[in-house]
């Protein structure tokens, strides 16, 4: 049966994996579509949230930094490099913080496209109304022109409101959801990256 490490020895292991001399360090930041440097494994988690890494709320200042980073390297980068100490670094929790980032990644994604879904719905959902009320429009104008205030009234009601929700619908439709985009696409290349810890 194998011997089970303890926690000091599975940190000395991980301090010793992944050990660069300065010339191949320079050669996988070179190489590395994204990397950032470490003092700790809590950068990457809120400073308020108390629970484990593997429940633990990610930090807005690493997110934000992440999309920086992602955004200078270019849309394609799918590996994501941490650099910290050897003597910082215990194999267990980095598993478990690669488990709780991918976690994270995947369900943001599936957030995102959910939202999008809701705007596109909202824009039909407006257009659907605008032809609606210029419908009713129409019909008092063509069978009711000569009518009293009322109809006036209503006409002068339902038509400008009939076009704010017709091209407020295709605003949403066509325009905003795009503007979710930007999320979708960082996400869904963060659900798919190679997160790996090293030592420097």
Same mark, same amino acid.
């Given at each position: 049966?194998?011997?089970?490490?303890?926690?000091?020895?599975?940190?000395?292991?991980?301090?010793?994996?992944?050990?660069?001399?300065?010339?191949?360090?320079?050669?996988?930041?070179?190489?590395?579509?994204?990397?950032?440097?470490?003092?700790?494994?809590?950068?990457?988690?809120?400073?308020?949230?108390?629970?484990?890494?593997?429940?633990?709320?990610?930090?807005?200042?690493?997110?934000?930094?992440?999309?920086?980073?992602?955004?200078?390297?270019?849309?394609?980068?799918?590996?994501?490099?941490?650099?910290?100490?050897?003597?910082?670094?215990?194999?267990?929790?980095?598993?478990?913080?690669?488990?709780?980032?991918?976690?994270?990644?995947?369900?943001?994604?599936?957030?995102?496209?959910?939202?999008?879904?809701?705007?596109?719905?909202?824009? $039909? #959902? *407006?257009?659907? !109304?605008?032809?609606?009320?210029?419908?009713?429009?129409? /019909? +008092?104008?063509?069978?009711?022109?000569?009518?009293? $205030? #009322? *109809?006036?009234? !209503?006409?002068?009601?339902?038509?400008?409101?009939?076009? /704010? +929700?017709?091209?407020?619908?295709?605003?949403?439709?066509?325009?905003?959801?795009?503007?979710?985009?930007?999320?979708?696409?960082?996400?869904?290349?963060?659900?798919?990256?190679?997160?790996?810890?090293?030592?420097?």
């Amino acid at each position: 049966m194998p011997e089970e490490k303890s926690p000091a020895s599975a940190k000395a292991t991980a301090g010793k994996e992944n050990l660069y001399t300065a010339s191949e360090m320079k050669k996988v930041l070179q190489n590395a579509e994204m990397a950032l440097w470490l003092d700790s494994y809590n950068n990457i988690f809120s400073d308020f949230d108390p629970r484990p890494f593997a429940e633990r709320a990610l930090s807005d200042d690493f997110i934000l930094e992440m999309k920086k980073v992602a955004r200078d390297r270019g849309k394609d980068s799918y590996e994501l490099k941490f650099l910290l100490a050897p003597e910082t670094r215990n194999h267990h929790q980095e598993e478990v913080i690669k488990e709780r980032l991918h976690h994270f990644f995947i369900e943001q994604h599936h957030q995102y496209i959910k939202e999008r879904k809701g705007i596109i719905a909202r824009g $039909f #959902l *407006f257009v659907i !109304l605008g032809v609606v009320f210029m419908s009713v429009a129409s /019909f +008092l104008l063509t069978f009711f022109a000569n009518e009293k $205030f #009322l *109809f006036n009234f !209503l006409v002068i009601l339902l038509e400008p409101a009939g076009w /704010f +929700l017709f091209w407020e619908g295709l605003s949403h439709a066509m325009y905003k959801s795009e503007q979710v985009n930007p999320e979708i696409k960082f996400y869904h290349k963060m659900a798919h990256s190679k997160i790996e810890f090293i030592s420097y």
